[in-house]
């Protein structure tokens, strides 16, 4: 019976067998169901810390690094800057307004369990063709649930990515990032300190929903619509009304010192935050189960331990602070129940009612004996067999494909690519705060640092891009997750903006796999590379493997998310756009190579070889792009990537209704590429001179290409379509596919 619940909760028989080791005994249920969860791949990370340890996560400005609630950065005049990114994908296939919901309250509780205060979140999407009904449906769900738990808690949502791809057909990508910022001195972290200290159990009453999320939901693929409904009710249900209460009680104990360390219950629940916090700190911690608030009866302690009920988190008190944290509780209509106490360790334990004991713990009956390392930072640790695919030639670092084709109809191509996707996030309130410059729609977000605590303007900025490209990766993962990260540089310096740390969300298939792993394995070697190169740290981060569905693994997804500086923040970024009249200029080298591209998936091709990021060349160009856009030399800017060059003035024209005429593009191959270290730059007549100054004098070449001007967008010798044409394509694509009409209708 043992064996068949080990196995029934996600364990193997070699981790059951290191359970009794642990244990010098068989463990309980409930026991293993805190190990099922524990060391679940979402929370044990146990296939892919082997290969994380490869990553810099080390930076002057570096606070907080890898391991905690989120990452920590020194912003400058006695402010942090807490960034999250996590994933919610397999919830959001079962139940997309709840699974992104429940991602996007999940990710504001990792920012305020620092000490900050969330001032923006960012949502990276990626469901399946627009073809497929489901796929629409999960869109409409996911974007609602974003919207309904955002707006409400008053956290703007700024910007983001849509992507539609039949990799996602079965298995949507729900990556959401947040921003957060506090005064240095708040900074707090997880971890339970202080024998004696009581661990205070803060928010919503505690239920079924979410029971082995992690578990069953984040640890295993999709199969058959009867299974993927039967995993329904381990979805969570969030009360975003709830969490903003939740959020301004926190903040208030942090700012009076009221609290020694705290933990959201997000993954795995109380099982998690007890062990967690107390592994940290070096301690242990006994648990009641029966002085946990349930909103259901007859619940398990099993259950109570596991349950991924929303808006919870747990803080680490001193006995002589208890009546006030519950006064300030009180006045939030945040509820508030002391169900631990932190021991001497090593064990975390849970025990079934009693009377508590200040100096000496409960007295009920003991229902769990564990070490609490052992839940935490001892988990298993997997070093999985990577074996490339047998169509990569790992010397040549070229997958073997059939020879492109031309472009017979270089116009109808570029109006297949055009999408405006702010059917999205026009559903997001992003000006909450007041402190949105730059909004979703452009190449990066900029917002006005302000200081936490008096709210005094810096007169500085803070940017934000997150960045994917699973056409790159799927073709050459290394060199594809390092152009990722070089657009996300090459985004931030057209708003100006210097970066200054990464986070990062890697999206896989099944672990299991070798050619995953070796995905993976070579995902983290690219990041890792360009970080270094970049002088970026990565201060955290989130793997989401298992997605799959039906057996087919997702095309290897890693997202960048970035944060810049801007030193002085007294103008709007040009934006994407042009003006009449304005000089169309390229700043960069374009290599006439299409593997991996936009263009070529259409066209069914999948392999070949990327382009090549040179990385002091990239650096070079950005530093250039950035000094115009501080100067105010630009009347409009875009980096080139997806899409090439083409979509590039394609989508400055149709934001702007104004047309171009340009020139020295030999043919589709310049016009599509997607090679790196380039943007195209909109100048008014009488700067022309000034800019290319600034780019001779660093060296980076610049090209004149045309002029923005008429209703038509022209490139010579190659094609010419209406404004209005493209506009429309551009404008009504999304709306349509998704039942709304055109925009104008």
Same mark, same amino acid.
């Given at each position: 019976?043992?064996?068949?619940?080990?196995?029934?909760?996600?364990?193997?028989?070699?981790?059951?067998?290191?359970?009794?080791?642990?244990?010098?005994?068989?463990?309980?249920?409930?026991?293993?169901?805190?190990?099922?969860?524990?060391?679940?791949?979402?929370?044990?990370?146990?296939?892919?810390?082997?290969?994380?340890?490869?990553?810099?996560?080390?930076?002057?400005?570096?606070?907080?690094?890898?391991?905690?609630?989120?990452?920590?950065?020194?912003?400058?005049?006695?402010?942090?800057?807490?960034?999250?990114?996590?994933?919610?994908?397999?919830?959001?296939?079962?139940?997309?307004?709840?699974?992104?919901?429940?991602?996007?309250?999940?990710?504001?509780?990792?920012?305020?369990?620092?000490?900050?205060?969330?001032?923006?979140?960012? #949502? +990276?999407?990626?469901?399946?063709? =627009?073809?497929? @009904?489901?796929?629409?449906?999960?869109?409409? &769900?996911? %974007?609602? *649930? /974003?919207?309904?738990?955002?707006?409400?808690?008053?956290?703007?949502?700024?910007?983001?990515?849509?992507?539609?791809?039949?990799?996602?057909?079965?298995?949507?990508?729900?990556?959401?990032?947040?921003?957060?910022?506090?005064?240095?001195?708040?900074?707090?972290?997880?971890?339970?300190?202080?024998?004696?200290?009581?661990?205070?159990?803060?928010?919503?009453?505690?239920?079924?929903?979410?029971?082995?999320?992690?578990?069953?939901?984040?640890?295993?693929?999709?199969?058959?619509?009867?299974?993927?409904?039967?995993?329904?009710?381990?979805?969570?249900?969030? #009360? +975003?009304?709830?969490?903003?209460? =939740?959020?301004? @009680?926190?903040?208030?104990?942090?700012?009076? &010192?009221? %609290?020694? *360390? /705290?933990?959201?219950?997000?993954?795995?629940?109380?099982?998690?935050?007890?062990?967690?916090?107390?592994?940290?700190?070096?301690?242990?911690?006994?648990?009641?189960?029966?002085?946990?608030?349930?909103?259901?009866?007859?619940?398990?302690?099993?259950?109570?331990?596991?349950?991924?009920?929303?808006?919870?988190?747990?803080?680490?008190?001193?006995?002589?602070?208890?009546?006030?944290?519950?006064?300030?509780?009180?006045?939030?209509?945040?509820?508030?129940?002391?169900?631990?106490?932190?021991?001497?360790?090593?064990?975390?334990?849970?025990?079934?009612?009693?009377?508590?004991?200040?100096?000496?713990?409960?007295?009920?009956?003991?229902?769990?004996?564990?070490?609490?390392?052992?839940?935490?930072?001892?988990?298993?640790?997997?070093?999985?067999?990577?074996?490339?695919?047998?169509?990569?030639?790992?010397?040549?670092?070229?997958?073997?494909?059939?020879?492109?084709?031309?472009?017979?109809?270089?116009?109808?191509?570029?109006?297949?690519?055009?999408?405006?996707?702010?059917?999205?996030?026009?559903?997001?309130?992003?000006?909450?705060?007041?402190?949105?410059?730059?909004?979703?729609?452009?190449?990066?977000?900029?917002?006005?640092?302000?200081?936490?605590?008096?709210?005094?303007?810096?007169?500085?900025?803070?940017?934000?891009?997150?960045?994917?490209?699973?056409?790159?990766?799927?073709?050459?993962?290394?060199?594809?997750?390092?152009?990722?990260?070089?657009?996300?540089?090459?985004?931030?310096?057209?708003?100006?903006?210097?970066?200054?740390?990464?986070?990062?969300?890697?999206?896989?298939?099944?672990?299991?796999?070798?050619?995953?792993?070796?995905?993976?394995?070579?995902?983290?070697?690219?990041?890792?590379?360009?970080?270094?190169?970049?002088?970026?740290?990565?201060?955290?981060?989130?793997?989401?493997?298992?997605?799959?569905?039906?057996?087919?693994?997702?095309?290897?997804?890693?997202?960048?998310?970035?944060?810049?500086?801007?030193?002085?923040?007294?103008?709007?970024?040009?934006?994407?756009?042009?003006?009449?009249?304005?000089?169309?200029?390229?700043?960069?080298?374009?290599?006439?190579?299409?593997?991996?591209?936009?263009?070529?998936?259409?066209?069914?091709?999948?392999?070949?070889?990327?382009?090549?990021?040179?990385?002091?060349?990239?650096?070079?160009?950005?530093?250039?792009?950035?000094?115009?856009?501080?100067?105010?030399?630009?009347?409009?800017?875009?980096?080139?990537?997806?899409?090439?060059?083409?979509?590039?003035?394609?989508?400055?024209?149709?934001?702007?209704?104004?047309?171009?005429?340009?020139?020295?593009?030999?043919?589709?191959?310049?016009?599509?590429?997607?090679?790196?270290?380039?943007?195209?730059?909109?100048?008014?007549?009488?700067?022309?001179?000034?800019?290319?100054?600034?780019?001779?004098?660093?060296?980076?070449?610049?090209?004149?290409?045309?002029?923005?001007?008429?209703?038509?967008?022209?490139?010579?010798?190659?094609?010419?379509?209406?404004?209005?044409?493209?506009?429309?394509?551009?404008?009504?694509?999304?709306?349509?596919?998704?039942?709304?009409?055109?925009?104008?209708?």
């Amino acid at each position: 019976m043992a064996e068949s619940i080990h196995r029934s909760l996600g364990l193997t028989d070699g981790e059951y067998d290191e359970i009794v080791r642990i244990l010098g005994r068989e463990p309980n249920h409930l026991e293993l169901a805190m190990y099922s969860v524990m060391w679940s791949e979402h929370c044990s990370y146990k296939s892919s810390r082997i290969h994380l340890k490869r990553l810099p996560t080390e930076g002057e400005a570096v606070l907080v690094g890898p391991g905690e609630n989120a990452g920590v950065v020194d912003v400058g005049d006695g402010i942090a800057a807490a960034l999250r990114i996590e994933s919610h994908n397999h919830p959001s296939a079962i139940e997309p307004y709840q699974g992104a919901a429940t991602g996007a309250g999940g990710i504001l509780r990792d920012i305020f369990t620092m000490g900050a205060r969330p001032i923006a979140l960012m #949502d +990276p999407l990626r469901f399946g063709s =627009l073809d497929d @009904a489901r796929s629409r449906w999960i869109a409409e &769900g996911v %974007v609602s *649930g /974003i919207s309904g738990y955002g707006n409400s808690v008053g956290v703007p949502t700024v910007g983001g990515e849509t992507v539609f791809d039949e990799t996602y057909s079965e298995n949507p990508l729900v990556n959401v990032l947040c921003l957060g910022l506090l005064p240095v001195d708040r900074l707090v972290l997880g971890q339970a300190t202080g024998v004696g200290n009581l661990a205070v159990l803060l928010g919503a009453t505690t239920g079924r929903d979410g029971i082995g999320g992690v578990s069953v939901l984040a640890s295993a693929g999709f199969g058959d619509a009867e299974s993927d409904a039967a995993k329904r009710p381990s979805v969570q249900v969030g #009360d +975003p009304f709830e969490e903003k209460r =939740l959020i301004e @009680a926190c903040l208030e104990l942090l700012d009076r &010192g009221l %609290v020694v *360390g /705290i933990q959201d219950l997000g993954g795995a629940g109380l099982t998690c935050a007890t062990s967690e916090t107390a592994s940290r700190g070096g301690m242990g911690m006994d648990v009641d189960v029966r002085s946990v608030p349930l909103r259901e009866e007859g619940m398990a302690p099993f259950e109570i331990m596991t349950s991924e009920s929303q808006e919870r988190m747990l803080a680490i008190v001193e006995p002589e602070h208890l009546d006030e944290v519950l006064e300030i509780c009180n006045r939030w209509e945040v509820r508030a129940s002391v169900v631990g106490k932190v021991t001497p360790g090593p064990a975390t334990g849970a025990r079934d009612g009693g009377r508590l004991r200040i100096l000496d713990g409960w007295d009920g009956e003991v229902l769990a004996d564990i070490p609490a390392a052992s839940l935490h930072e001892d988990a298993p640790l997997y070093d999985r067999p990577c074996t490339a695919p047998g169509s990569f030639d790992e010397n040549l670092r070229v997958r073997s494909a059939a020879p492109l084709p031309d472009s017979k109809d270089p116009a109808g191509d570029l109006l297949d690519l055009l999408t405006d996707t702010s059917w999205v996030w026009t559903q997001y309130d992003h000006q909450l705060f007041l402190n949105t410059v730059e909004g979703p729609g452009g190449d990066a977000v900029v917002l006005r640092l302000k200081h936490p605590r008096t709210g005094v303007d810096t007169g500085r900025g803070l940017a934000l891009t997150t960045d994917g490209n699973h056409r790159w990766c799927a073709v050459d993962p290394r060199a594809g997750t390092a152009l990722t990260v070089a657009e996300s540089v090459m985004n931030l310096a057209c708003v100006g903006a210097r970066p200054v740390a990464v986070v990062n969300c890697l999206n896989f298939g099944n672990p299991e796999h070798p050619e995953v792993m070796w995905q993976f394995s070579e995902a983290v070697d690219g990041m890792a590379e360009a970080c270094r190169a970049f002088g970026l740290p990565v201060i955290g981060g989130n793997v989401s493997f298992y997605n799959e569905s039906s057996g087919a693994d997702i095309d290897p997804t890693p997202v960048i998310g970035m944060l810049g500086l801007i030193d002085r923040l007294d103008r709007r970024p040009p934006g994407v756009g042009f003006v009449e009249g304005g000089r169309l200029l390229v700043v960069g080298v374009t290599q006439p190579e299409l593997s991996g591209s936009a263009w070529a998936r259409a066209k069914g091709h999948r392999g070949g070889h990327l382009p090549a990021l040179d990385h002091s060349h990239h650096l070079a160009v950005a530093a250039v792009v950035r000094t115009l856009v501080a100067g105010g030399l630009l009347a409009g800017v875009h980096d080139v990537s997806g899409g090439g060059l083409g979509l590039a003035l394609a989508e400055m024209a149709v934001r702007s209704g104004i047309g171009f005429q340009a020139a020295r593009i030999a043919d589709h191959r310049e016009l599509f590429s997607e090679s790196p270290s380039r943007a195209v730059l909109c100048v008014v007549p009488e700067l022309v001179s000034a800019v290319e100054n600034v780019c001779a004098e660093a060296g980076v070449p610049v090209q004149r290409v045309g002029v923005a001007t008429g209703d038509r967008l022209s490139v010579k010798g190659l094609f010419e379509v209406g404004l209005e044409e493209a506009t429309g394509a551009w404008r009504d694509r999304l709306p349509v596919a998704l039942g709304s009409g055109t925009t104008q209708g």
